[in-house]
Nanobody, 127 residues
Framework: QVQLVESGGGLVQPGGSLRLSCSAS????????IGWFRQAPGKEREGVSC????????YYAESLKGRFTISRDNAKNTVYLQMNSLKPEDTAVYYCAAAPDKGYYLYCLNWNSYDYWGQGTQVTVSS
């Protein structure tokens, strides 16, 4: 069963922007923490960003701070990842994931913390 649905990936030039979206196909996300992860060929899955259920708490991989922004609109049952100033090394398959929000975010960039995953969307940054 498909738990999460992602959209917004594609081909973009270096320096460009994309906004990824993540929504649940059959349940409400308003009590879930959401993480974004990415995996490039030959590399391990990497935590990108995560956000608590209330949109108050958000976290980023240190190397991505200032370029990527996570947000959510619970009324639309959607979480977003705004990606700016994209670089070729950002090329990867991007996944969103959900876990019940327990009010503690120490491990929110660890893929083992999540129960439900999207199918992944390809982001390619190239001239």
């Amino acid at each position: 069963q498909v738990q999460l649905v992602e959209s917004g990936g594609g081909l973009v030039q270096p320096g460009g922007s994309l906004r990824l979206s993540c929504s649940a196909s059959e349940f409400s996300l308003d009590s879930y923490a959401i993480g974004w992860f990415r995996q490039a060929p030959g590399k391990e899955r990497e935590g990108v960003s995560c956000i608590g259920s209330s949109d108050t708490n958000s976290y980023y991989a240190e190397s991505l701070k200032g370029r990527f922004t996570i947000s959510r609109d619970n009324a639309k049952n959607t979480v977003y990842l705004q990606m700016n100033s994209l670089k070729p090394e950002d090329t990867a398959v991007y996944y969103c994931a959900a876990a019940p929000d327990k009010g503690y975010y120490l491990y929110c960039l660890n893929w083992n913390s999540y129960d439900y995953w999207g199918q992944g969307t390809q982001v390619t940054v190239s001239s």
